[in-house]
C-alpha cells in the first residue's frame, strides 16, 4: 500500500520558519515527481512546490518563490520542504504528493496533510 506521511507542521510567528518533510512507502518511485500543494480554508487547493526524479529540477508557485526550498532524498525516499520568511497566507493545510514523470500536476498519489499555521 502506498503512502505518503508527512510531519514538521505547527505553530508559527510570522517571518519565521519551518521545515516539512514527507517519507514514501509501498511502491517505487524511481521516475516519480515529489511535491507540495496547500490547501487554506474556504480556497481551493494549490500548487506550491515540486521536485523531479533524477536531475531533481524545481518547481515553484510565485507566492513562495524566493522563500520556500524544495528538496529530495532519493535513497531515504524523502521530500522535504524548508518553509522561510513565512507569512500569515502560508496557513493551511500543507499535502505531499507523487505523479509519475517530472511534473507534479495532476498527483497519483497524496498524504494526509500537515497544518501549518502563521500568526501574526
Known amino acids: 500500500q502506498v503512502q505518503l506521511v508527512e510531519s514538521g507542521g505547527g505553530l508559527v510567528q510570522a517571518g519565521g520558519s519551518l521545515r516539512l518533510s514527507c517519507a514514501a512507502s509501498?511502491?517505487?518511485?524511481?521516475?516519480?515527481?515529489m511535491g507540495w500543494f496547500r490547501q487554506a480554508p474556504g480556497k481551493e487547493r494549490e500548487f506550491v512546490a515540486s521536485?523531479?526524479?533524477?536531475?531533481?529540477?524545481?518547481y515553484y508557485a510565485d507566492s513562495v518563490k524566493g522563500r520556500f526550498t524544495i528538496s529530495r532524498d532519493n535513497v531515504k525516499i524523502t521530500v522535504f520542504l524548508q518553509m522561510d520568511s513565512l507569512k500569515p497566507e502560508d496557513t493551511a493545510v500543507y499535502y505531499c504528493?507523487?505523479?509519475?514523470?517530472?511534473?507534479?500536476?495532476?498527483?497519483?498519489?497524496w498524504g494526509q496533510g500537515t497544518q501549518v499555521t502563521v500568526s501574526s
Open positions: 509501498g511502491r517505487t518511485f524511481v521516475g516519480y515527481g
Open positions: 521536485i523531479s526524479w533524477g536531475v531533481g529540477s524545481t
Open positions: 504528493a507523487a505523479e509519475r514523470g517530472p511534473i507534479v500536476n495532476r498527483p497519483d498519489y
